[in-house]
């Protein structure tokens, strides 16, 4: 691109102000062969952006703002930033626009706010020389360039601080040589201006002479007036200083109050904030302890929830086992009836009456809890029976099972007569066993109940 299409965008920013370390220029040669196009090689860091009115310039070594470029290129901007080829650039100058003399230059990577991001070592455009050729040399010429090179460098490095110090004294002297002049070309046009007016006065006061002498003779009257006036205004003036002085006094004053109220605000922002810490510590100890007691909580439902399932099936197992007695209680009832008919169907075939004898069979309302285990019904026989006998014949009953078993002799010679079942039968399950079993028995009817 052509630097006559578009100016570049430029500033007056100082060296002080640039960042030579944002764009790296990379293979620059000591020197360019004049006639051919040169190719500038560069990379961007990590720390940089490029924008659209990027350029690079090439400019005369000792060069003070970006203004004095001698020639230029616009930069391409990567396609993308992240990718490692984006970091290496290059942009090349056309033969026709580089410099024909012998003088040193460098790149110059400028960003469109026109602040130098980057500057290249010097370089010289010149054709090669003789000075170019190989020159073999001795060992102690070696030595001898080598510390005459570091001689050099030193001197290269103190003149180059001494050219910083002079550079800055310079920047310094053109800033106030600018002010300088444009404090000169406001002078000048004030003093044009001065002099129009005094043309113009001058044309005036010709006229206005002849108008002051005769204003002249009104004027001594009024000077005298204007006198006293003077030192009315002067009294005023200094009342009015005298109140300044007082405003000054409470400004300062005002200053200092505002001060002091700046610091109490920044304790009380202090106290503010370990009052926020405060609360955000009692916040979380507060949380802590709901989902404490919340766990707790939800450990007693359970447990409560365990037990009363527990009880619920002992409820349950209870009111089986109270159905199952409730049937037994009517069964026996049943039986009982059916024995009492059973009985009196005897009686009244043995020509006896129910009522006359000595014992009577408990009614099913009174139940046989409690009664020792014994004869039924007792003995028909006992009331009629004159003589007494070694045995009589009844009816021998479980009282457990309340099974009947017909035909057993019973032996009334003792006073208390207690005969043993001979079975025991659940009254849950209704399984049976021997009446030598009866702890095996309590044990199966006690399981029912747990």
Not at 38 to 45: A, D, E, G, K, R
Not at 425 to 444: L, V
Request: net charge negative.
């Amino acid at each position: 691109m052509e630097e006559t299409v578009e100016d570049p965008p430029t500033s007056a920013v100082l060296l002080d102000h640039c960042h030579f370390s944002q764009v790296i220029f990379n293979s620059v040669e000591k020197f360019y062969v004049p006639g051919g196009d040169v190719t500038c090689y560069y990379t961007l860091t990590q720390q940089f952006i490029p924008r659209r009115k990027d350029w690079i310039g090439i400019f005369r070594v000792g060069w003070k703002t970006t203004r004095e470029y001698y020639t230029f290129m616009w930069v391409s901007l990567p396609v993308d930033l992240n990718s490692d080829s984006a970091k290496q650039q290059e942009v090349q100058f056309k033969a026709y626009y580089l410099p024909k003399d012998d003088e040193y230059y460098q790149f110059c990577y400028v960003d469109q706010d026109g602040v130098v991001r980057g500057a290249s070592i010097p370089f010289q455009f010149r054709p090669e020389n003789e000075e170019d050729i190989l020159v073999v040399t001795t060992q102690g010429e070696v030595e001898e360039i080598e510390q005459r090179n570091k001689e050099l460098c030193k001197e290269n490095q103190e003149l180059k601080d001494t050219c910083v110090s002079l550079q800055k004294q310079n920047s310094d002297t053109q800033a106030e040589l600018h002010k300088t002049q444009e404090e000169l070309e406001i002078l000048k046009s004030t003093a044009q201006k001065l002099e129009q007016e005094a043309k113009a006065q001058k044309d005036g006061w010709e006229t206005e002479l002849l108008q002051l002498k005769e204003q002249n003779q009104k004027m001594s009257s009024e000077n005298e007036k204007m006198g006293v006036r003077v030192e009315q205004l002067q009294a005023q003036l200094s009342t009015r200083e005298k109140e300044m002085e007082k405003l000054v006094q409470g400004d300062q004053d005002k200053t200092e109050q505002l001060e002091r109220l700046n610091k109490e605000n920044s304790q009380l922002l202090l106290t503010l904030t370990q009052q926020k810490e405060r609360q955000k510590k009692l916040e979380q100890t507060v949380e802590e302890m709901l989902k404490q007691e919340e766990t707790t909580t939800l450990k007693k439902q359970q447990a409560l929830k365990d037990e009363n399932a527990g009880l619920s099936r002992k409820l349950s197992e209870n009111k089986i086992i109270y159905d199952a007695l409730q049937k037994e209680k009517e069964r026996l009832e049943r039986e009982n009836d059916l024995l009492k008919r059973e009985n009196s169907r005897l009686l009244s075939y043995m020509g006896l009456d129910f009522d006359s004898l000595p014992y009577q069979v408990p009614t099913s309302d009174q139940g046989g809890a409690g009664q020792n285990p014994a004869l039924v019904y007792g003995n028909p026989y006992s009331g009629i029976q004159e003589s007494s006998a070694p045995s009589l014949l009844a009816v021998k009953k479980c009282p457990t099972c309340k099974s009947d078993f017909a035909g057993d002799i019973l032996d009334f010679t003792s006073e208390q007569q207690r005969p043993q079942p001979l079975c025991l039968s659940c009254p849950i399950c209704d399984k049976t066993f021997p009446a030598k079993e009866k702890q095996i028995f309590e044990d199966h009817v006690f399981c029912h109940s747990l």
